[in-house]
C-alpha cells in the first residue's frame, strides 16, 4: 500500500537515480544533470472538502494542456515538464504545499493501482480514475495502463510484494477547479531476488468534477514512457487503426518476448564464438 508523508519530509535524490533514460542515447535530455543531490523539505497540508465543494466541468473543454497524441510532439512534451521538476530542484525557496483532500486521495488510489501491475502482471485498468469524456483523456489513459504494463512485464525476476510513499511537491492552479501537480512516487519492489528501491516523477492534471476528482493527463518522467507515445501514435493513431487493450498488450509482450529470443541468439552466438576461438587456441598451440 502506498503512504502519504504528510507534513515536512526531506526529499534525498540522486538524479541520475532517478532517471531510467540510457545515458549513452539521451545525455541531452534536460533532467539528466549529472550527480547533483537536492534535500527539498516540504510541508503539505490537505485541505478537507465535501461533496459541496464539487464542481461540473464541461465534458466538451479541452484545456491548454490537453491534445490527442497524434497532435502531441512527445519529445517537446518531455522537455517542458523535465524543466518543470529541474525548477522544483534547483529552488532555494521552501513553500508550504496545500492539496485538497479529494485530489490527495484520487493520487493515493492511483498509484496503489498503478504498481499493482507489478504483482498481477496484468494490464491495469484505470478508468475510475480518468475523466473519460474527450478522445485525448481516453488515449493518455491508455498510454499510462501501456506503460506500466510494459514495466512490469519487462521484469525476469518476480515481485512478492510492493512499499510506496506519494510525495506531493507542487499544486498549481491551471483553470478553473482543475491543478496541476507535481509529485514524486518512492518505490521499493520486494523481489525473489532482493528488494529493488527506485522512484518516478510524474505531472498530474486534477479536475475537481460533478463526480469526484479525476485525472484529465497524467505524464511520466521516464523515456520508455516517451517511447510508448511515439509508438502508440506510429503504430495505430497514423494508420487510423483503434487502439484497444488487448491489442496494446498482445503487441508489447510480443516485443518483448522478441526482444529477450534476440538477446539469447545473440549470447549463444557468443558463448559459441567463444568456443571457437578455445578451439582454435588448443589446436595452435599442439601444432
Not at 98 to 124: H, R, W
Not at 166 to 184: C, G, K, M, R, S
Request: aromatic share 10%.
Amino acid at each position: 500500500m502506498g503512504v502519504l508523508l504528510v507534513g515536512v519530509f526531506a526529499l534525498t535524490l540522486s538524479i541520475s537515480a532517478f532517471s531510467a533514460i540510457d545515458e549513452s542515447q539521451e545525455s541531452e535530455k534536460l533532467y539528466m544533470m549529472g550527480d547533483a543531490q537536492a534535500e527539498v523539505p516540504v510541508p503539505v497540508v490537505i485541505k478537507k472538502g465535501g461533496a459541496d465543494t464539487k464542481a461540473a466541468i464541461h465534458p466538451d473543454t479541452q484545456y491548454a494542456f490537453e491534445n490527442n497524441l497524434s497532435a502531441e510532439n512527445a519529445s517537446m512534451l518531455f522537455e517542458e515538464n523535465s524543466k518543470k521538476v529541474a525548477a522544483f530542484l534547483n529552488s532555494p525557496n521552501v513553500r508550504t504545499v496545500t492539496i485538497s483532500e479529494g485530489a490527495c486521495q484520487l493520487l493515493e488510489d492511483f498509484t496503489d493501482s498503478y504498481l499493482k501491475v507489478y504483482l498481477t502482471k496484468n494490464m491495469p485498468d484505470l478508468d475510475t480514475y480518468y475523466n473519460l469524456s474527450s478522445d485525448a483523456r481516453k488515449e493518455n489513459k491508455l498510454l499510462v495502463e501501456a506503460f506500466a504494463y510494459q514495466k512490469a512485464q519487462a521484469k525476469s525476476n518476480k515481485v512478492e510484494s510492493v512499499d510506496s510513499t506519494l510525495n506531493i511537491i507542487e499544486v498549481t492552479p491551471v483553470a478553473a477547479n482543475v491543478d496541476e501537480i507535481l509529485f514524486y512516487l518512492q518505490s521499493t519492489l520486494h523481489t525473489d531476488q532482493g528488494d529493488e528501491h527506485g522512484g518516478t516523477w510524474f505531472l498530474a492534471h486534477i479536475a475537481n468534477t460533478a463526480d469526484g476528482y479525476k485525472l484529465l493527463k497524467l505524464w511520466i518522467q521516464d523515456y520508455a514512457y516517451e517511447m510508448m507515445q511515439n509508438k502508440l501514435t506510429r503504430n495505430y493513431l497514423s494508420k487510423d487503426v483503434e487502439i484497444s487493450k488487448d491489442a496494446l498488450a498482445r503487441d508489447i509482450l510480443n516485443e518483448i518476448n522478441s526482444n529477450m529470443d534476440h538477446t539469447e541468439s545473440v549470447f549463444n552466438d557468443s558463448v559459441k564464438n567463444m568456443e571457437n576461438f578455445r578451439s582454435f587456441l588448443d589446436t595452435a598451440e599442439h601444432q
